[in-house]
């Protein structure tokens, strides 16, 4: 079957313009504000020039130092070794072969998935080893690989393909540069007129390059160049880059290696760096299959093979490795696409700062109050598939975090999390629970996941609370003081001082530098609408407010903001009075949130962690303020498939809740109050 003429007139306006974007894209993680993806590029002409430049004058110096066997070749005598291959080397190489071109075809499935095209993994494998095998063998791979991928994916544009060949091909050359880095940092090879020292130092410069940029990515750091921003993808996907590079380049230098004679008995260690090298000059030379820069490179590189008998190799190799895919790869394309199919995606319920009426069903339903975090607009929920269990699901730069216990039914927890480990992998992060209670820490375990015991939850059971006890001593003496200093608190049943609230709250963040985020809620007029809010008054002047998650199984404390000069105890007369209007509805807890495990209950590394942040003085008065109410304790967990991920991930989220990004829902102006409000507490609860 032809190319459809009727689609490509169709698309001759995507055609010009992925043109344009194939010559000068290279990564689509650039954005900025006001840029034009299809603006020419008057530079392109004069790169072109300066790279193949570049490659002519690498060419001439190696022909220079081959120049005596080039003198000698004996056409014929490379037919012979091309004769002389046996069957076995053959079917070796092909058997090769296909495995590097199964490691290319991951290329595209993991870029589909770091760019969330949605389209089946199988299916992008496909229309990856397709794309390869002709733009490797044709040549102009940008553009003949985005005509291809653009023919191969249903109800993908030309655009589209432009901007993911240019991803493939720029992930490629990422692991190239570091792989055949590091194999010369530990195998030394001798390149014509460079010595040995310099190639050394060369590549160590370039591992600790890597090195940096795989840092930044840990770090979530986000190259600025102008109105450009580069924004790196994880560091797993980085690593699944290197991984697929390796695998790839080492398979196809071994089906080269095969197909030496068996008399030459060369060494893989030693024809491998070789290989990366002359790999990389037909890269930088653009022509088909890097036909001549590869050979003369690779002549070149070793010295101590017999001419004919290496050229004959590589003429086989070719054979093999580029113009069989190609004639398999044709024929596919001339079947054309499949059916699409979408790509096995869980139940994702995307961030929103108002809950649907399922999510707010299984907010009401769940244990944890915490549930409605929701409306700060950042998580989403991992629904399971029935839709009568949720997870709410927070993103940091390289984990996908389940937050606290999931919501509905408690059978479906081994479910969800087999569904959060897929969708970790969709989107190339750690799957990782963070603040789980014992019981969901032992399913995670049962799965063979790592776990950590991470905080203490403090909360308070409703039903027996007294202030009459000794261990309450404290804070009857709190109370007393806020007493006497003219302290009166209420629970808002109208409109909210929004003004003055958010007044108190920007003072609150510039005395502390800032709020905490990510597990943690963030004052705006929208979020705390929706929450039962507790008002501390001195006269007509509001000097501090709390905020509470509530449905009818829980109250759970989220924001406290006292003002500079409230009176000393304001803080526990907000939470008293919060407490004592949980029990006139009857709810049975009230959670005064999490705190860190103390140091000498923890060992080795977090004993080392936890003893360092209990030196903050903020650290030690928090915890001095929740015991003075003396709660029950519950430990929480943290848990991810390995150990190592189980480190990243803690560093990962402790990152995202002490500088977290801005809210995209939040005003310019904190104490802005001209827009009102989506919603608030009605006061028809309390009547």
Known sequence: MAWPLAGMKRKKNDARTAQTI???????????????????????????????????????????????????????AIWRAVAGIATWQWVGALIASAGS??????????????????????????????????????????????LVRWRMLPGFSLIEASRLTAVVTASFLLGWVMVTASVLLM????????????????????????????????????????????????IATLGRVFGL?????????????????????YPFIDLYPAFLLALGAGLISGTPGG???????????????????????????????????AILAMGALVLGAPAPTPAPRGHIAPPAPELTPRLAQLADQSPL???????????????????????????????????????????????????????????????????????????????????????EECWLPLHDFSMETPRRAGLRRKLRKAQKAGVRCEICLSDPPFTEMARIAQDWKSLRGGERGFSMGRYTPEYVAGQTICLAWR?????????????????????????????????????????????????????????????????????????????????????QFKMGFAPRLSPL?????????????????ARAIRTPPALCAASPDPTDTTSRPRAYKSGSRWS
């Not at 590029?41 to 130092?65: D, H, K, N, S, Y």
């Not at 967990?637 to 989220?653: C, E, K, Q, T, V």
């Open 539 to 623: 006269d007509t002047t509001l000097i501090g407010f709390a905020t509470f998650h509530t449905n009818p199984q829980e109250w759970a404390l989220d924001l406290m903001r006292p003002s500079c000069d409230a009176p000393d105890g304001t803080m526990q007369a907000l939470i008293h009075t919060a407490i004592l209007a949980a029990q006139a509805e009857g709810c049975p807890r009230l959670s005064l949130a999490a705190l860190p495990p103390r140091a000498q209950d923890s060992r080795a590394i977090a004993a080392l962690v936890w003893r360092r942040a209990e030196k903050e003085p903020s650290s030690t008065g928090l915890r």
């Open 369 to 455: 109050a915490e549930f409605t975090l929701l409306r700060q607009g950042e998580h989403a929920v991992l629904l399971s598939q029935t839709a009568q269990s949720g997870w709410m699901l927070g993103t940091t730069s390289q984990s996908l975090v389940a937050l606290r216990d999931p919501a509905g039914r408690k059978q479906e927890i081994d479910l969800l999390l087999r569904d959060l480990r897929a969708e970790a992998r969709i989107e190339g992060r750690l799957p990782c629970l963070y603040k789980v209670s014992a019981r969901t820490a032992a399913h995670a375990r049962g799965q063979g996941w790592h776990v950590l015991p991470i905080a």
């Open 637 to 653: 967990y943290l848990a991810a498939p390995s150990r190592w991920s189980l480190g990243l991930a803690g560093a990962d989220i």
């Open 245 to 265: 590079t390796i695998l790839d380049t080492v398979l196809a230098a071994c089906a080269l290696w095969l197909l030496l004679p068996a008399e030459t008995q």
């Open 187 to 234: 195998f030394p090879t001798s390149i014509p007129w460079i010595i040995a020292p310099l190639v050394v130092v060369c590549a160590a410069c370039v591992v600790l390059a890597g090195c940096c940029l795989m840092g930044a990515s840990l770090w979530g750091y986000q190259f600025r160049f102008g109105r450009w921003t580069l924004r790196l993808p994880p």
């Open 101 to 146: 071109f199964a490691a290319l075809a991951n290329y595209d499935a993991l870029v589909h998935r770091a760019m969330k095209t949605g389209q089946n993994p199988t299916q992008a494998r496909r229309s990856g080893w397709i794309a390869i095998a002709l733009s490797q063998t044709l040549g102009f791979g940008l553009i003949s690989g985005a």
């Open 22 to 76: 194939a010559l000068g894209a290279a990564f689509p993680a650039w954005s900025g504000k006001g840029s034009d993806v299809t603006a020419p590029i008057p530079a392109t002409w004069a790169r072109f020039g300066v790279r193949q430049g570049a490659t002519l004058a690498i060419l001439v110096l190696f022909l220079w130092v081959i120049r005596e066997q080039v003198l000698t070749l004996d056409v014929d």
């Open 291 to 325: 036909v001549g820069p590869f050979e003369v490179a690779l002549v070149a590189l070793v010295p101590d093979t017999d001419t004919h008998a290496l050229l004959g190799a590589i003429l086989a190799w070719r054979i093999v490795y580029y113009a069989l895919p």
